[in-house]
Structure formats: structure tokens, C-alpha cells
């Protein structure tokens, strides 16, 4: 069964930093992709950040390019994902989701559309304060 817990949110100032973590279970790594999504008030759940372990590749949403990074530790099976310079509009909830790659496809070409993600954490929160 796969499985995703993401932890790491909270309340942080504007300027500061976090990271995420994403524990995942269940499944070969190299066989799938990881993304990072996160869902503000009001608004649709829009992909950030993926890595693809079939080939190791990472891909970026424009509008976090430079201050987000996706990263991960195999051994742990755990996904990280940095995010720096945080303001009022990173308040989110951030969920990582995985899909099955069954043969080698980028990061870029798994792309950042909540359809291509069939399973999902449970998501943390994250406030960022003025």
C-alpha cells in the first residue's frame, strides 16, 4: 500500500525558511515520481516540484523557480522540500503526491497536473506571518 506523510509545516515569519519532508512507503522508488502540491484558501491545488527516480530528474513550476528545492534521501525514503524567502502567499497547505513512471520519463515530463498523482499525503500546513 502506498503510503505519504508529510510533516514539517507550521508558522513561520516572512523571510524565513522551512522544509518539508515527505515519507513514503510501500513502493520501489525508482519506479516512480514524487511531486510537491500545495492548495491556498480559496484557490485550486497547483504543483510545485517534482522528481522523477527513474532518471533522477527534478522539474519546477515558473512561479517558484530560485526559491524552491526539491531534493531526497533515498535510504530514509523520505522527499524534502525547501522552501526559502517565504511570504503571505506560501501560506498553504503543501501535499506531496506519487505515480507509478513504468519506464524512464523526466520530471518535466510527468509534469505538475494534479491528474498525473494517484496517491496523496494527508498535507501539513504552513502560515506564513507578516
Known amino acids: 500500500e502506498v503510503q505519504l506523510v508529510e510533516s514539517g509545516g507550521g508558522l513561520v515569519q516572512a523571510g524565513g525558511s522551512l522544509r518539508l519532508s515527505c515519507a513514503a512507503s510501500?513502493?520501489?522508488?525508482?519506479?516512480?515520481?514524487i511531486g510537491w502540491f500545495r492548495q491556498a484558501p480559496g484557490k485550486e491545488r497547483e504543483g510545485i516540484a517534482c522528481v522523477s527516480f527513474s532518471d533522477g530528474s527534478t522539474y519546477y513550476a515558473n512561479s517558484v523557480k530560485g526559491r524552491f528545492t526539491i531534493s531526497s534521501d533515498n535510504a530514509k525514503r523520505t522527499v524534502y522540500l525547501q522552501i526559502d524567502s517565504l511570504n503571505s502567499e506560501d501560506t498553504a497547505v503543501y501535499y506531496c503526491?506519487?505515480?507509478?513512471?513504468?519506464?524512464?520519463?523526466?520530471?518535466?515530463?510527468?509534469?505538475?497536473?494534479?491528474?498525473?498523482?494517484?496517491?496523496w499525503g494527508q498535507g501539513t500546513q504552513v502560515t506564513v506571518s507578516s
Open positions: 503526491a506519487a505515480d507509478e513512471v513504468p519506464y524512464p520519463l523526466t520530471a518535466q515530463a510527468m509534469g505538475l497536473g494534479t491528474s498525473a498523482f494517484g496517491f
Open positions: 510501500g513502493f520501489t522508488f525508482e519506479h516512480y515520481a
